[in-house]
Each structure stands twice: as C-alpha cells, then as structure tokens.
C-alpha cells in the first residue's frame, strides 16, 4: 500500500522554525519527486498551494519565489523521507501543509492534481 505520511506540524510563534517529515511507503522513493504543497484556511477555493519540489534521485531542488530563503527541502533515501524546514514563520504561512509525490524525479509539478500520491496533511499554526 502506498502512503505518504506528513508530521512535525505544531502551533509556533512568528519567527520561529519547524520541520516537516513527509515518511513514503509503498514505492521506489528515490524515483520520484516530492512536491510540497499547502493550504491556508479559508482558502479552500483557491487549491492546494505549490512550494517547492525535490528529486529523489540526487536532490534538485525548485521552490516558489515567495519562501526562497526561508524554506528548504531535503530528503533522505535510506528513511524514505522527505522534509520541509521552515524558518521566520510568519502568521501567513498557517495552513495544512501536504507532500506528494509523482513518479518523474524531476517533475516540477505545480499542481496538486498532476501527482500520483498524496498525504493527508500536517497543520501548521504561526502566532503572532
């Protein structure tokens, strides 16, 4: 069975860090390419926000202008695990973050629908 499973969500002040685990199961990792996404309450119209995306298979990375600097995404084959390290929260970036992967190792993919596995979300809160 395949799953991806996200982890390390909490409530924190602004400013602060906290790091996501995204632990896959059920596939060949190290072929695939991890997408972050995220979604904000009230948002639900909008979509699933896109991060960021990291190759499996030597660790390229993409992110979006708007957390360059403050995100960063690795992984860790021999875990199976992918994680997303945030610091300077800010109030804005509450919002369920989720992993996905999709089996290119280098898709880019910015929307949510075009991956073929999906986790079910982390909440992540930033006070201010």
């Known amino acids: 069975e395949v799953q991806l499973v996200e982890s390390g969500g909490g409530l924190v002040q602004a400013g602060g860090s906290l790091r996501l685990s995204c632990a896959a199961s059920g596939f060949t990792f190290d072929d695939y390419a991890i997408g972050w996404f995220r979604q904000a309450p009230g948002n639900e119209r909008e979509g699933h926000s896109y991060i960021g995306s990291i190759s499996t298979t030597d660790g390229m990375l993409y992110y979006e202008e708007s957390v360059k600097g403050r995100f960063t995404l690795s992984s860790d084959d021999v875990k199976n695990t992918a994680y997303l390290q945030m610091n300077s929260l800010k109030p804005e970036d509450t919002a369920v973050y989720y992993c996905?992967?999709?089996?290119?190792?280098?898709?880019?993919?910015?929307?949510?629908?075009?991956?073929?596995?999906w986790g079910r979300g982390t909440q992540v809160t930033v006070s201010s």
């Open positions: 996905a992967a999709i089996g290119d190792s280098y898709a880019w993919k910015q929307d949510w629908n075009d991956y073929e596995y």
